[in-house]
């Protein structure tokens, strides 16, 4: 089939690239080239593996604790709260939920000790129960939190704040929002006693100091908000159809009333990452280009070993575009190898990167994932085809154009001239 497409000069270009006894340094240097884009290739997939894996580590931390959509109302709490989430609810078959909340900072104050959360009133549909959560007995921290029948109402707050307060599960502490009461001995805070009724801890511990949960009902009465709300939290069926769904919402509700999704609540953050992926795929790029150098330099001496032959095949009829051809070809071969063994060893490498590095770590007794640090079970790394896609493209691209020069070289050779002192 190729040599049918390409006729003689596939022949030609393999023939080329055989080492003879005379041609063993240029057969070197075109291993040499093969290696350089075999690891340029494979560096640039585990690379971006390693970055894809970290992004959606990062964004599921975000989302464990962060809406994916938030409706409030522009300077001031919601009161028709009712009324709005049937009317989110209509706008796409894509949200599965609108939960009402109410959130207002306040302190927590415990054994001489103090914290600042987010006290955020949730209600028995809220995120925050789907993920591991500490209770006393084992109990059910839904029952636990909306139980009426408790001398004092539940709280639920992160293994941080815990820590800091020096509390456990079952102690009470007292929530002192931002609310005062003007008496004849002078302005008190308002305080109330809670009890915690259960312990998380966020991985990655970004959001786990912040945020305190409560009914929704015991957070209208701290904050002195009966029947009114912060807002309503969206929950999608999945978190790619954020921007689209905004979009309709943000049709749907004008203002005063306010459409965030969280990549816009965090997309600073977001875009910092994926523009540090930009800058190592560029940079390793370099790698690769290098190793294209090394296909030039092969292919130009082999132009200047072979003149001879460049002579004999135009004296035969052999036009410029088929000479041009035969070192193209060679140098395409250097890099098809060079970029299909390197895909090979990228994906292979990026698809077992957590075992290769706790082998490492307990080779060399080095700590070189913290999973305490970075929240993540596993070695983040995550082989997008997109990706390999599109470093399979560059690496070609850069392989092609590495053989015009020296094929173009070959082509313009005048073969009488070649042949004169030989």
């Known amino acids: 089939m190729i040599n049918r497409l390409f006729g003689y000069e596939w022949f030609i270009s393999l023939r080329y690239l055989r080492a003879r006894r005379k041609q063993t340094f240029i057969s070197v240097i075109s291993f040499i080239s093969i290696a350089g884009v075999t690891l340029g290739v494979a560096a640039l997939i585990v690379v971006l593996a390693v970055m894809t894996g970290f992004h959606d580590g990062v964004r ?11 409706i409030q109302k522009h300077g001031a709490n919601m009161e028709d709260y009712g009324a709005v989430q049937e009317q989110a609810l209509a706008v796409s078959r894509h949200i599965v939920q609108a939960s009402p909340f109410v959130s207002k900072e306040a302190m927590l ?5 103090v914290s600042a959360v987010s006290v955020k009133g949730v209600d028995s549909h809220s995120k925050i129960f789907l993920q591991p959560i500490l209770t006393l007995g084992k109990k059910e921290v839904r029952d636990l939190l909306f139980a009426g029948e408790s001398q004092f109402p539940g709280i639920i707050i992160g293994l941080t704040t815990a820590s800091s307060l020096g509390v456990s599960v079952g102690d009470t502490i007292n929530v002192i929002p931002p609310l005062f009461t003007v008496t004849p001995f002078g302005v008190i805070p308002k305080m109330k006693p809670f009890r915690v009724v259960g312990i998380f801890r966020h ?17 209208q009465e701290l904050l002195d908000s009966q029947g009114v709300v912060t807002g309503l939290e969206i929950e999608l069926d999945s978190f790619d159809h954020t921007q689209t769904v905004s979009a309709a919402l943000r049709k749907e509700f004008h203002f005063p009333f306010v459409v965030r999704s969280w990549e816009e609540i965090f997309g600073s953050f977001l875009a910092a990452l994926k523009l540090e992926k930009l800058g190592l795929f560029i940079v390793l790029t370099i ?23 460049i002579a004999v095949l135009r004296s035969l009829g052999a036009t410029s575009r088929s000479i041009m051809k035969i070192f193209m070809l060679e140098g395409l071969i250097v890099g098809t190898l060079g970029t299909s063994f390197g895909t090979l060893l990228g994906v292979l490498l990026a698809r077992n990167a957590d075992p290769i590095i706790k082998w490492l770590e307990r080779m060399f007794g080095l700590r070189i ?9 596993r070695f983040p790394s995550v082989v997008n085809a997109g990706d390999v896609t599109a470093v399979i493209a560059v690496a070609m691209t850069i392989s092609l154009l590495a053989t015009l020069y020296p094929a173009w070289r070959a ?3 005048d073969p009488a001239e070649a042949l004169r002192y030989d």
């Open 411 to 413: 082509a313009r050779m």
């Open 109 to 113: 104050l415990s054994k001489g000790n």
């Open 369 to 377: 994932f913290d999973q305490a640090v970075y929240g993540m079970e």
């Open 60 to 70: 599921q931390q975000i989302l464990g604790n962060i809406p994916h959509i938030l």
């Open 203 to 219: 991985r990655g511990g970004v959001l786990d100091a912040y945020f305190g949960y409560v009914s929704l009902q015991s957070a």
């Open 287 to 309: 790698i690769v280009l290098v190793a294209a150098f090394n296909i030039a330099t092969t292919l130009i001496m082999v132009v200047m070993e072979k003149h001879k032959d």
